[in-house]
């Protein structure tokens, strides 16, 4: 089993910045590409950002340069450095993570943005 926690959510206000960590854990063979979403109240889960073993990423519309997306493999750790935060930015953001071919999702970390 593989365990994914994230950490690094709370209230901020607009224009803020917060940093979202993501660390895997458990039996880990193959960590592959890895990503962050978000669900914000009434609405479906989305894609925020990914990222390769190889570090290649991709990006929401909505969050490109405002969002980076980074990872440290010798820590099985996906990071999110969130900056100029919007009320619109609020959500519980979920890591997930494909080991080898499975798809494994962390519990989601609350991230409010006040206006």
């Known amino acids: 089993q593989v365990q994914l926690v994230e950490s690094g959510g709370g209230l901020v206000q607009a224009g803020g910045s917060l940093r979202l960590s993501c660390a895997a854990s458990?039996?880990?063979?193959?960590?592959?590409?890895m990503g962050w979403y978000r669900q914000a109240p009434g609405k479906s889960r989305e894609v925020v950002a990914s990222?390769?073993?190889?570090?290649?990423?991709n990006y929401a519309d909505s969050v490109k340069g405002r969002f980076t997306i980074s990872r440290d493999n010798a820590k099985n750790t996906v990071y999110l450095q969130m900056n100029s935060l919007k009320p619109e930015d609020t959500a519980v953001y979920y890591c997930?993570?494909?080991?080898?071919?499975?798809?494994?999702w962390g519990k989601g970390t609350l991230v409010t943005v006040s206006s």
């Open positions: 997930n993570a494909f080991v080898i071919h499975l798809l494994y």
């Open positions: 458990g039996r880990i063979q193959q960590l592959n590409n």
């Open positions: 990222i390769t073993s190889g570090g290649s990423t």
